[in-house]
């Protein structure tokens, strides 16, 4: 497409004309392209998905019958366990096939609901962000109207978000946790002191980096961080459909006869 | 559990239907009674709502759609346990739940208020009917109840939702089980047909101030009510959405499914605003223990 080399020729001159101060990083984010509400702010709206096995390991892992081999999505691969909680770990890794929440169809929690093998779609207004999950259609309201969290301990499933914009980057904070669910198929888990910072940073129009930060000092030692990247789903037409996990056991359909 | 035959299932319905002659469709016969019970202060009958003005025009929205964002919730007193007119299932439902029967009876279309079963179909309408109150098998207890979600249009008359609209998408978000729905504005087609959803696969356009949305794709697996009101997946939902006042919509949906009802049927459920709350978490299936108790030793 001669007009789009031209223009990103075009564009790359007039980076190398703004001098040596311009960085690379910004030249590869260029945020004049990102799509934008007319607040300003990067349009996350879209369809959504992780290309990763982090649903299954978030750490280094190699290919079990099932499962795919996968590097992992912690920074630096070691969460930082206390030792009882490293041991807890390692009795849920044992028992994984039966004790994973996912198991029972509950809501995965956050952030294990963004790294799902399942799509998810954003809806962007200035004041809130609503987040419509396929799997088991989990939801989650990113309140970007400069509210608190409420007061608790709430005990949710999905934890309760309030976001703020950092320049391009989308900042949520996250609390009220049970803690029920865990980070993967593997038994990392946490506890409901779970506090999770969100980052979500465009790279492009079509892709997000996603990073994580992880602290619960029941369970951990230290904070820790996880980091990988959403794709937008580009196919015509492409629409989030149901994965409702708890209607597939047969016993509960009802054949409706007919005529 | 062994799947019941379809011989059982058979044998169930006939003997249903021979316990339950009284609950036999009968063919139209003008419109029901008024309702005995007081309705609820700021109640709009839906079979007699009050004149609108023609001339009132909604706001738009920055891209130009009839502006009716915001949270909403029935002011018809409409209830899912019944949406026909019997007084019976209303004191029915006074006896199990204790909560004061509603008035509101959505069936503007027949004037009996009733849906317009086939034959086999109410004979097995009426089978769920004996079923509800203590159900033999659990895929004869309310399918909400169960924990799934309720289809289309019954989430339309369960409680509180809110509307967002963004260019080229109408958004529903429910507070009950976080249910959502999302209406392309832009003319893409309908999911391929064996695509099957609990919510269905809408797609909606403007005619004038009124969304229309297109329901289809719908599975077989959800009831219109708590005693057995049930469709094939053949059902197809057309709604209509009209904003008559700054807070009041007026919604109409039209019902058809050519293996069950003899008949397209509409249902009409009038929306009031309310101020918009944040929607907190409706966790429904974790820990839903209600098949559990309801179906005791018969979920064996």
């Given amino acids: 497409m001669p007009y789009r080399l031209s223009a990103s020729a075009t564009a790359i001159s007039i980076v190398l004309l703004l001098g040596a101060a311009v960085s690379v990083a910004r030249a590869q984010t260029p945020g004049n392209t990102l799509p934008r509400t007319p607040d300003g702010k990067p349009d996350l709206s879209g369809v959504w ?6 649903a299954w390991d978030i750490q280094d892992h190699n290919a079990q019958k099932g499962m795919p081999a996968g590097l992992g999505v912690v920074v630096g691969n070691e969460i930082p366990y206390k030792p009882e909680s490293l041991a807890q770990k390692r009795q849920n890794y044992e028992k994984r096939a039966t004790a994973d929440p996912e198991n029972k169809c509950y809501l995965p929690g956050v952030p294990r609901i963004m790294y799902m093998p399942y799509p998810f779609q954003i809806f962007q207004a200035a ?40 320049g391009d980057t989308l900042v949520v904070d996250n609390v009220h946790f049970n803690s029920e669910t865990w980070f993967d198929r593997a038994g990392n888990f946490h506890s409901e002191q779970l506090h999770l910072v969100e980052r979500f940073t465009p790279l492009d129009r079509d892709h997000i980096t996603y990073e994580v930060t992880v602290e619960d000092p029941k369970v951990f030692t230290a904070p820790w961080r996880m980091s990988m990247v959403l794709y937008r789903h580009r196919e015509p037409n492409f629409q989030i459909l149901e994965y409702e996990c708890f209607a597939f056991d047969n016993e509960f359909h009802a054949p409706v006869p007919s005529n | 559990m062994s799947r019941p035959s379809f011989a059982a299932v058979i044998a169930s319905v006939v003997a249903g239907a021979i316990l339950s002659v009284g609950v036999a469709r009968i063919a139209a016969q003008g419109p029901p009674p008024p309702p005995k019970n007081p309705p609820p202060p700021g109640w709009i009958d839906p079979r007699n709502p009050p004149k609108e003005d023609p001339n009132w025009q909604p706001p738009r929205t920055p891209d130009g759609q009839p502006n009716i964002q915001g949270q909403w919730n029935q002011a018809s007193d ?31 279309d027949p004037i009996d208020g009733k849906i317009p079963y086939q034959p086999w179909a109410a004979k097995y309408r009426a089978f769920l009917y004996e079923q509800h109150r203590q159900p033999s098998k659990p895929q004869f207890l309310d399918p909400v109840s169960r924990g799934f979600q309720e289809g289309v249009p019954r989430i339309s008359y369960q409680g509180t939702y809110q509307i967002k609209q963004f260019p080229g998408t109408v958004l529903l978000t429910y507070d009950y089980h976080h249910s959502y729905r999302v209406i392309p504005l832009d003319g893409r087609p309908h999911a391929g047909k064996d695509i099957k959803l609990w919510m269905g696969d809408s797609r909606g356009h403007w005619e004038g101030n009124t969304l229309v949305v297109d329901v289809a794709n719908l599975n077989d697996q959800t009831w219109l009510t708590i005693i057995g009101d049930f469709h094939s ?29 003899t008949q397209p049927w509409k249902l009409r459920v009038d929306y009031r605003r309310q101020p918009v709350d944040e929607q907190w978490e409706s966790a429904v299936w974790e820990g839903n223990r209600t098949a559990d108790v309801v179906l005791g030793d018969s979920k064996k």
């Fill in chain 1, 49 to 54: 998905q992780v290309m990763n096995t982090a």
């Fill in chain 1, 127 to 166: 004041d809130m962000i609503t987040v419509l999950f396929e799997y088991v259609h989990a939801t989650r309201a990113i309140y970007t109207n400069g509210t608190q969290h409420p007061p608790g301990h709430i005990d949710w499933w999905m934890g309760d978000s309030r976001g703020r914009w950092e």
């Fill in chain 2, 78 to 108: 409409i209830i899912t346990y019944s949406i026909e007119d019997p007084e019976a299932d209303r004191a029915e439902h006074i006896a199990i739940s204790g909560q004061r029967a509603m008035v509101g009876r959505p069936i503007i």
């Fill in chain 2, 233 to 261: 997946d053949t059902l197809h939902v057309t709604e209509r959405w009209t904003p008559t006042a700054p807070d009041h919509i007026v919604y109409i949906a039209t019902i058809e499914d050519r293996k069950v009802y």
